[in-house]
């Protein structure tokens, strides 16, 4: 028998991977599976990103990069968060990785071990939980909301604080109910971080360019109090629809960054040369692409918010940000899980359950409207008439 490390037992996963993969199958089988399950824009990447990766590789960047990404790339990356959040930051801050989860990775194994302890939304996306646990640490749930607009609630955050507390993860705006916390809850939670000064800080800021109705993403980069324990993570999987690419960033303190960078050599040297490129392309090129596609996202959050409160025994806050919605659908008597099983295999609408999210994540499920309009409409449909079957 091979053992392996305690915290490959402890791992855990994403179910929209097996949800997308059961679709997929049915699908393949001939069923008309309507996928709202999926956590990716349903665009392609813009085809000026494109050309520049297939540019790349033309002109020989077939080699490995230097460990934290190409220099331009880094520069790309400060100029950006200088223009979209007035942020200063160095490109010597600035890591360029594969995919925002790694950074998620990097983050979550520098500072957890057994009798730690890390704070992380609930519900909220699986892999925190997943990662922490892997390393041995103590996850500690910070309760999101609906009463609060699926925003967290900072004093409720800084109370959740204890000595063995060593990171805090934050997500806004958030995966998977959409909320956007607003800008006194940030100034609260950076004020009483003064008081824990042994704390660090996680912002997953990867939707930050996905709010609507003119709300406000605050980012946590903006506050110079805690720049100094501040990780940020983002990247261009949803802003530019880049999800297969895998490529991101994240900006590091001082303290830290030698330790990434040092991870990065030892784990994946560096990202693939072209899509380095390509991210060039994306920050540096028209974004006209960027705001068509949250257009349409807008578009399609009014009519599945409209679609779901139709429904009897369903109701739905408008989300504010991402591309999620997250109905409340305890009064329809259905267990979240299993509604979403049935869903699928019956009338071939993929969504995920809410308890897939975490312990908090009962009562409702998760719909991204990452789909076309008429898709969508369909989708209702189906649930409305299974519901009305069922019930
Ligand atoms: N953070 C959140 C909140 C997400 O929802 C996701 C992807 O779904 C990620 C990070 C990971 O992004 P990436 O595909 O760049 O690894």
């Given amino acids: 028998m091979l053992t392996t490390i305690s915290g490959f037992d402890r791992i855990g996963e994403e179910n929209a991977f097996a949800v997308l993969a059961r679709a997929t199958e049915l699908g393949a089988r001939g069923r008309d599976i309507i996928n709202l399950g999926i956590g990716q824009p349903d665009f392609a990447t813009p085809p000026h990103i494109v050309e520049a990766a297939v540019k790349a590789l033309r002109d020989g960047h077939h080699g490995y990069t230097p460990a934290t990404g190409i220099a331009p790339l880094r520069e790309a990356v400060a100029a950006d968060l ?5 942020a200063e930051v160095s490109p010597e801050n600035v890591i360029i990785v594969p995919g925002g989860k790694v950074t998620m990775f990097a983050a979550i194994a520098m500072f957890g071990e057994p009798g730690a302890e890390i704070l992380y ?3 909220g996306f699986p892999i925190y939980r997943s990662m922490i646990e892997f390393t041995g640490a103590t996850p500690v749930p910070v309760p ?28 806004s705006p958030a995966n998977p109910c959409g909320g956007v916390t607003p800008r006194s809850e940030m100034d609260t939670l950076v004020a009483g971080l003064q008081r824990h000064p042994h704390v660090a800080i996680l912002s997953d800021e990867i939707y930050g360019q996905m709010t609507y109705d003119g709300e406000e993403h605050v980012s946590l980069l903006t506050f110079p109090e805690i720049r100094d324990r501040l990780i940020l993570l983002d990247g261009w999987s949803k802003t530019y629809a880049m999800t297969g690419w895998r490529l991101g960033y994240s900006v590091w303190p001082d303290a830290l960054y030698d330790k990434v960078r040092k991870l990065a050599v030892n784990a994946w040297s ?24 949250v257009a349409e996202f807008d578009a399609r959050r009014k009519l599945v918010v409209d679609g779901l409160n139709a429904i009897p025994d369903v109701s739905c806050i408008m989300p504010k940000g991402a591309f ?7 009064a329809t008597g259905w267990k979240a899980k299993a509604l979403a099983s049935a869903l699928l295999e ?18 409702y499920v998760r719909v991204s409207y990452a789909n076309s ?3 969508i409409a369909r989708a209702l449909e189906r649930m409305e008439d299974f519901l009305a079957m069922e019930t």
């Fill in 82 to 86: 200088l223009k979209r959040a007035g």
């Fill in 121 to 123: 939304p609930d519900p």
């Fill in 144 to 171: 999101i909301r609906e009463e609060n607009a699926f925003a967290f609630s900072a004093d409720e955050l800084l109370g959740l604080i204890t000595a063995k507390t060593r990171l805090v993860i934050v997500n």
């Fill in 270 to 293: 560096c990202v693939n040369a072209p899509a380095q490129y390509a991210g060039l392309a994306a920050l540096t090129g028209p974004q006209d692409a960027v705001g068509e596609m």
């Fill in 324 to 330: 999620y919605a997250f109905p409340n659908i305890a």
């Fill in 346 to 363: 019956e009338v071939g609408v993929a969504l995920i359950g809410g308890p897939d999210f975490g312990t908090l994540g009962e009562g």
């Fill in 373 to 375: 309009r008429e898709n």
